[in-house]
């Protein structure tokens, strides 16, 4: 995906949700690419990029992205949108409600936020 393709995906979600004051990505060429950078600064939105070599600022959402990739993405051939959002919702309620996370002592995430003990 391109800058270009970025910004016909963010444009809409503008126009429904709102400008961001913020936007916080990486630094693949998309978020860096000149026009990008006019188009939000034109727009008022202030882009924050996490430093090159240190996914770690944004590790637990990478860790689910590449889970997500890993497990459905590429395990998975869609032949509908309705499938493919049945089968992620399907996995995130697995997910969230029942896979056990190492980080909350192999309890799962949405139990124990909702107990008032998570970490």
């Known amino acids: 995906m391109g800058n270009a393709e970025v910004l016909e995906t963010l444009y809409p979600l503008f126009l429904k949700h709102g400008r961001p004051e913020f936007i916080r990505s990486d630094n693949g ?8 950078q006019a ?16 996914p770690w600022e944004n590790g637990y ?3 689910f992205n590449g889970t ?8 998975e051939w869609f032949t509908s949108i309705k499938q493919a959002q049945i089968v992620i919702e399907t996995w995130l309620k697995q997910y969230n409600h029942i896979r056990p996370n190492p980080a909350l002592n ?14």
């Open 106 to 119: 192999m309890r799962p995430p949405v139990p124990e936020t909702l107990s008032g003990n998570g970490t």
């Open 29 to 36: 060429p998309e978020f860096i690419a000149e026009n990008f």
């Open 39 to 54: 188009w939000l600064t034109k727009g008022g939105i202030k882009p924050i990029r996490i430093y090159p070599g240190s």
């Open 61 to 63: 959402k990478e860790r």
């Open 68 to 75: 997500l990739r890993r497990e459905i993405l590429n395990a």
